[in-house]
């Protein structure tokens, strides 16, 4: 009745969408290119026709990586230090060198009322994008990490792996008792989704690689989920990675790190868009490691031909550039430890 009348007498009553000013509450976008050291943007910037978005950051700082009982980390270790705020050992994910659990930024923007999501080009339950809902003793539980981000507050993620929720030893299926998460089967049920939790497996398994045929989408991933948490009340947390510039970086395959880089270049360039447009926003781009000791040897300024040289087949211990924009983006200059890009977010948050 109250509705019917309010219809009647104001009948140019719309729902307008809440503006976001520089005072509102301060949204995060941390975008983390595994394995993504300054060789790695370098080789991608030149074969992108020698641009990468990243030059309109004015921010830059440099991020100590490596583990507690390592000088060169894994992504657990690094991960973890990220979303967690303390080094640890490499193989394990949200605990301490002394096994002590750990809460994520991620777990607490949901207790302070944000919405949150996680975006990745690897299967949900890897390293990474585990970093910021699990607590485990070894990263390759995958079955073990994937109850736990069932049970977890993400409300939007995006990720391979689904085997590991719906084909597993002990015959449960996460994707049915998710039951508060709209779990959809392909990228256009995603975007019509009016849920307020929605899941994406992209793949059983692991995702290919682009060269082997998985579609660049990353950036259209993060374009849909940031029009969902636009349209939201609350501000949000949502972690996006370019998983697979680091199996480049081990295959020592330089054109598979500069394919997998430029696609991660177009959802940094979403990202900062969104910053542009909404001045509430804080934009962190990072890399967890570097991967390969990659170094540009040779090459050619027609066409930017670049030739390629790689130290090892795993990860190297060298610093990593951070990249901010936006709201607080000053607190990211300098030389710090990995640890801190957890403390400076919740500085930011204001929940330090
Ligand atoms: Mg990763
Ligand atoms: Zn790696």
């Not at 030059?55 to 980390?73: C, Q």
């Not at 975006?119 to 079955?143: C, G, L, M, Q």
């Not at 996460?174 to 992209?202: H, P, W």
Request: aromatic share 10%.
């Amino acid at each position: 009745m109250r509705k019917t009348l309010l219809t009647l007498f104001f009948p140019l009553l719309v729902v307008v969408q809440a503006q976001q000013t520089p005072d509102s509450p301060l949204n995060i976008i941390l975008l983390i290119g595994d394995g993504m050291g300054l060789s790695q943007i370098s080789a991608g910037m030149y074969v992108n026709n020698n641009q990468t978005i990243l030059e309109d950051f004015s921010v830059i700082g440099l991020s100590k990586t490596h583990a507690t009982n390592s000088l060169v980390t894994d992504s657990a270790a690094s991960g973890t230090a990220m979303a967690c705020g303390e080094k640890t050992y490499n193989g394990v994910l949200g605990i301490n060198s002394k096994n002590k659990k750990l809460k994520s930024i991620l777990e607490i923007c949901e207790e302070n009322g944000y919405n949150t999501g996680l975006i990745a080009n690897s299967s949900i339950v890897h390293a990474t994008p585990a970093s910021f809902y699990a607590n485990i003793d070894s990263r390759y539980k995958y079955e073990k990490i994937a109850l736990q981000l069932s049970e977890s507050n993400v409300d939007y993620f995006i990720g391979g792996g689904k085997k590991y929720f719906n084909k597993r030893e002990d015959n449960r299926n996460l994707i049915k008792e998710m039951d508060k998460i709209d779990v959809v089967k392909n990228f256009n049920a995603y975007k019509k989704s009016g849920s307020e939790r929605i899941g994406f497996f992209t793949f059983n398994d692991e995702p290919p690689s682009i060269i082997d045929g998985r579609p660049p989408l990353l950036g259209k991933y993060l374009t849909a989920t940031l029009d969902k948490l636009n349209k939201r009340i609350e501000p949000f947390f949502l972690m996006v990675e370019g998983s697979q510039i680091d199996w480049g970086g081990h295959a020592n395959d330089i054109e598979y790190i500069t394919s997998e880089f430029i696609e991660f270049n177009e959802a940094i360039e979403v990202s900062l868009n969104f910053a542009k447009n909404n001045s509430n926003t804080l934009v962190i781009v990072t890399a967890d490691h570097e991967t390969g000791g990659l170094a540009i040897t040779m090459g050619k300024t027609k066409g930017y031909e670049i030739v390629a040289g790689f130290n090892t087949g795993g990860h190297s211990a060298t610093m990593v550039p951070v990249f901010s924009y936006g709201k607080f983006s000053e607190l990211f200059g300098g030389i710090y430890d990995n640890t801190q890009i957890f403390h400076k977010m919740t500085e930011a948050l204001g929940v330090d």
